[in-house]
């Protein structure tokens, strides 16, 4: 069973701050990460992917890929109120037609 | 703008009543999904389909059935919907299911209520 954890939260910051959401899979051979943030009763909507180890930047967000201890990391600089949602990392473990596992998210709050 | 779209947003049915979700893409992409969410939990997938390629989930129940007769739209029919069958479905597109083509785009979503 391949599993993606997450720290359900919720994560507090200030307004500012950096957020840090941390996210662990099972299946070493994983290849594709992703992460998604959801606002609360709406859909989740793609915000960041990685595929390779290292950072990935985009704007205030910066995924962190570690294969060999098997994490993925979302940073989000200068948090805003507006960032406050659940972050859903969903790993894809690769091999033809293989689905991708989400895990169950990690709320974060921002706040003002 | 390139799209996913589901119809209807909300929807009310009785139980057993037979009920059925709509999404459409302008996206063109190959590869249609449906999930279930309910609160607090991971998204659930029920099937996809690849092209016209079905694949259906182990665990998804027969009450779900699904159907997609062209590229751009995807049917998800609940056959007779139970309490249980509550919750948030989504439709997604990605391009394909490789290594650099499953990016997932998600629709609106429909929030079900079962009567």
């Known amino acids: 069973q391949k599993e993606v954890e997450q720290n359900s939260g919720p994560l507090s910051v200030p307004e500012g701050a950096i957020a840090s959401l941390n996210c662990t899979y099972s299946?070493?051979?994983?290849?594709?990460f992703f992460w998604y943030r959801q606002y609360s009763g709406k859909s989740p909507e793609l915000i960041m992917f990685?595929?390779?180890?290292g950072d990935k930047e985009d704007g205030r967000f910066t995924a962190q890929l570690n294969k060999a201890s098997q994490y993925v990391s979302l940073l989000i600089r200068d948090s805003q109120p507006s960032d406050s949602a659940t972050y859903l990392c969903?790993?894809?473990?690769?091999?033809?037609?293989?689905?991708?596992?989400f895990g169950t998210g990690t709320k974060l709050q921002v706040i003002p | 703008d390139a799209m996913v779209i589901q119809n209807p947003r909300y929807q009310v049915t009785q139980f057993g009543k037979p009920v059925t979700l709509s999404c459409s893409q302008t996206?063109?992409?190959?590869?249609m999904y449906w999930y279930q969410q309910k609160s607090s939990q991971a998204p659930k997938l029920l099937f996809h389909?690849?092209?016209?390629?079905?694949?259906n989930e182990a665990d998804t129940p027969d009450n779900f059935q699904s159907r997609r007769p062209n590229t751009s739209f995807c049917f998800l029919d609940i056959r007779s919907p139970g309490l249980g069958d509550a919750a948030m479905y989504l439709c997604?597109?990605?391009?394909?299911?490789?290594?650099?083509?499953?990016?997932?785009?998600f629709g609106p979503g429909t929030r079900l209520t079962v009567t």
């Open positions: 996206l063109n992409h190959n590869v």
């Open positions: 997604a597109t990605s391009r394909g299911m490789g290594s650099r083509d499953y990016e997932q785009y």
């Open positions: 969903a790993v894809w473990p690769g091999g033809g037609y293989q689905k991708v596992t």
């Open positions: 389909y690849y092209d016209k390629d079905f694949n």
């Open positions: 990685i595929y390779s180890n």
């Open positions: 299946d070493r051979g994983s290849q594709s």
